[in-house]
């Protein structure tokens, strides 16, 4: 059913989100090499047939171009970004992404009520599903993608292999045969050597992959990965793999046309990871001789050839740290995630290179036409928690504020996103927020550009990994282009350090934006409505002496360090404050002009949490503070019984003292073992009565299309279980409450 409500011309192109809005870099268009026909025509309208930042980002190409667009979206995506965008949108079922966005069924009606001339899937959702591209070749409908023959050939990684191996592509030791009997695959594992990967056979962005480095672990993980690759993508077939132990993820982007011309488009450096999910990327990668280079743009190619492949790819290949020797992994049969780093290496526009190639054209460009220049970084923006294992994180973006675009030239910093301050981060898809790209002449140049956005990126309201981020591309290997996909594993302890103490300005800067909160909650209440009134007013004016406060913020995390705040308002606008340190040292700001810019409600009252400044969740704070010559401003967002404090390129977090019976952990059962976000119980490993070991396996999640297993925090006996399989629970929700057993231990 379609909803003109949210139509996009009801929504002026200059009213969009800026991140959202065509960049610079999409105004170019790419010279076609010398042809003597005339091109063919672009289509009129198309649907994308997927959601978030991906769709977002087809859009602002078709509407350059002039083409109209079609959204489908989810019940849980009814005011999603992408919705708004588009020329029209229909709704084509519930939240599950098996029931909407993997709905072939209604897709295809409202395709037909449209009349859509073809289909871009973005990646992930039906992207590379051969048999949709085989039924909208048999509805007439144009697929914005290689054949389902390709598909098919590169979607199998155990057929793919052979056929790179016909090619002279070279290929990872290991089984990629038809036999799935578990024994068979664990003598096959025994073969090839521990520590060895099992792979889904049509995975991909990690699921259904575990490593192995031990016979004892191998059934558990095996079960694991087939029961993540079915739900995944409707198959549990796996192979097993020669795990390398410093190896380097570098992959190729490639491109062909109808006509048998194919081309690459320079390399990926993809190795920073964690969950086997990337999160940083950078094009070209560092430290290849162009003789290597070469080598992978040429069997790239090679690759592509062998399968008749049309479109955007990516072939990626596993490398050897030391040697640079490399081995094919799989064909992505599609757009990648990480394409905008080839966007701006290339100048070129790879979503229009895909209309054009679908609608029949050569390729923009040939081989000795496509340009190297600079370097260019992209970071992913997750909702996640990097100090909680990565585990993904869900709820509300009380407050967003990105780096501003096009600072120095007008392809320095871009932001792909299917989301802005206000929206939903969902328990049903992908916890990716944004995508940060940056750009510089050379790799040093847009690693600073791509710190200092980094250090302007603000996102309030759940768990991100931007300051996790900050310290990958700090750090200094990362720096010297030391990376392999072991990266963060190897310096975690560096990365996950402990939070930085706060400065004590930055906890000023929190207590001074407390006390206006207060003082503004106290306006509101004021007793009288006349002006005229002695009780109208309710500054804290007092015959003698000064308003004093007092105020103690706990920094959020595993520190809780504690700092105690004494305002004393001098005179209008100046303050004394004296903070007492964790030590119990003090430091003293003899008068700070402060400075209220404003107080905004971003979300408010989006929970009831209590009275006073509790009321004003999401409530946004901006302040600027002089002490002496020393100018600064900041930002302080309150959440639930948080804030945040942006000071100076750096964040500060604090718990705010909170009533004791808002405190809602005293009933609590000692001993219950919790759930880390929102999810769904996938596999209940445990009964009541049962004796279990330390790190035994007791639940299996399920969130955000990820599996997650909770481990025994102490060896004892399980007392009861709470929910069953097949629970939606959210977090921090007791599973099962165990008792230690002393004799266990």
């Not at 042809?35 to 994308?48: E, G, N, R, Y």
């Not at 708004?84 to 009520?113: F, K, T, W």
């Not at 290339?346 to 340009?371: H, R």
């Not at 004016?541 to 920094?555: A, D, F, I, T």
Request: glycine share 6%; charged share 20%.
């Amino acid at each position: 059913m379609s909803r003109p409500g949210v139509l996009c011309f009801a929504f002026p192109r200059a009213s969009w989100p800026r991140a959202i809005r065509s960049p610079a870099w999409l105004l170019r268009t790419p010279a076609r090499p010398h042809s003597t026909q005339a091109p063919k025509p672009l289509f009129d309208k198309i649907l994308v047939a997927n959601r978030g930042e991906i769709a977002c980002r087809v859009m602002r190409t078709a509407r350059r171009l002039g083409i109209k667009t079609v959204a489908v979206y989810s019940e849980a995506d009814r005011f999603a970004q992408h919705v708004q965008m588009a020329d029209e949108a229909h709704c084509v079922g519930p939240a599950a992404s098996s029931q909407s966005y993997l709905n072939v069924d209604r897709i295809l009606d409202v395709i037909h009520s449209t009349r859509a001339q073809a289909v871009h899937p973005g990646y992930g959702f039906l992207s590379e599903n051969a048999e949709f591209s085989d039924r909208l070749h048999r509805e007439g409908v144009t697929f914005i993608g290689p054949p389902a023959s390709a598909i098919r050939a590169m979607g199998s990684k155990s057929e793919s292999k052979y056929i790179m191996q016909d090619a002279k592509v070279p290929v990872v030791p290991g089984y990629h045969g038809d036999n799935q009997d578990p024994a068979y695959l664990k003598d096959q594992a025994a073969n090839i050597g521990y520590p060895v990967l099992i792979k889904a056979v049509k995975g991909g962005g990690g699921k259904g992959m575990r490593i192995v480095r031990q016979p004892k672990d191998f059934d558990m993980m095996l079960e694991s990965s087939r029961r993540e690759s079915i739900k995944s993508f409707g198959d549990d077939k796996v192979l097993v793999e020669k795990y390398l132990e410093r190896p380097r993820h570098v992959e190729v982007q490639v491109f062909a046309d109808k006509q048998g011309n194919a081309v690459y488009l320079y390399e990926r450096d993809c190795s920073v990871q964690r969950r086997h999910q990337k999160i940083l990327e950078e094009a070209p990668a560092p430290h290849l001789s162009p003789e290597v280079r070469a080598q992978l743009g040429q069997k790239a190619v090679a690759a592509a050839l062998a399968v008749n492949y049309e479109g955007a790819g990516t072939v990626e290949f596993i490398m050897d740290y030391d040697t640079q020797q490399f081995y094919f992994m799989e064909m992505n049969t599609r757009l990648q995630v990480e394409h905008p780093v080839t966007e701006m290496v290339t100048k070129t526009d790879l979503v229009q290179w895909q209309l054009e190639v679908a609608a029949g054209n050569p390729l923009p460009l040939t081989q000795a036409q496509i340009p190297l220049v600079g370097h260019a970084f992209e970071a992913r923006i997750y909702a996640e928690n990097p100090a909680n294992d990565f585990l993904p994180d869900t709820g509300p973006l009380v407050h967003v504020a990105t780096p501003p675009t096009g600072k120095v030239t007008s392809d320095t910093v871009r932001i792909d996103t299917g989301a802005v301050q206000g929206d939903q981060v969902s328990v049903h898809y992908d916890p990716m927020i944004a995508k940060l790209i940056v750009q510089g002449r050379d790799r040093a140049e847009a690693l600073r550009y791509l710190c200092k956005a980094l250090q302007e990126y603000q996102v309030v309201g759940l768990h991100t990994n931007i300051n996790f981020l900050r310290s990958v591309v700090s750090h200094p290997a990362f720096v010297s282009g030391d990376v392999e996909t072991g990266f963060i594993a190897k310096y975690e302890q560096e990365l996950l350090g402990a939070p930085k103490a706060p400065s004590p300005l930055a906890v000023a800067q929190a207590a001074l934006a407390l006390g206006a909160l207060s003082d503004a909650n106290v306006r509101l209440d004021a007793s009288s409505t006349d002006a005229s009134s002695p009780w109208h007013s309710a500054d804290a004016w007092r015959l003698n002496g000064c308003h004093q406060e007092s105020v103690e913020l706990v920094q959020s995390g595993a520190s809780g360090a504690r700092y105690t705040a004494r305002l004393v308002f001098v005179e209008e606008g100046k303050c004394r404050v004296q903070i007492t340190l964790p030590d119990e040292s003090a430091i003293d700001f003899q008068s700070i002009d402060c400075r209220i810019q404003s107080v905004t409600s971003t979300i408010p009252n989006y929970t009831d949490a209590g009275v006073g400044a509790h009321s004003q969740l999401g409530t946004t704070v901006k302040l600027v503070t002089t002490l002496a010559d020393r100018t600064a401003s900041a930002v302080a967002v309150f959440t639930q019984d948080k804030v945040a404090v942006f000071s100076e390129g750096e964040r500060a977090d604090f718990v705010l003292p909170k009533p004791a019976y808002l405190d809602s952990n005293a009933s609590e059962a000692a001993g219950s073992v919790k759930t880390p976000m929102p999810c769904k119980i996938a596999q209940v490993m445990v009964q009541a009565g049962e004796n279990v070991e330390k790190n035994a396996p007791l639940v299996i999640l399920e969130a955000m299309k990820m599996e997650h297993v909770i481990r025994a925090p102490f060896a004892g006996v399980v007392k009861e279980v709470y929910y069953q399989v097949g629970d939606m629970v959210p977090e921090n929700k007791s599973l099962l409450a165990m008792e230690g057993n002393e004799a266990a231990e």
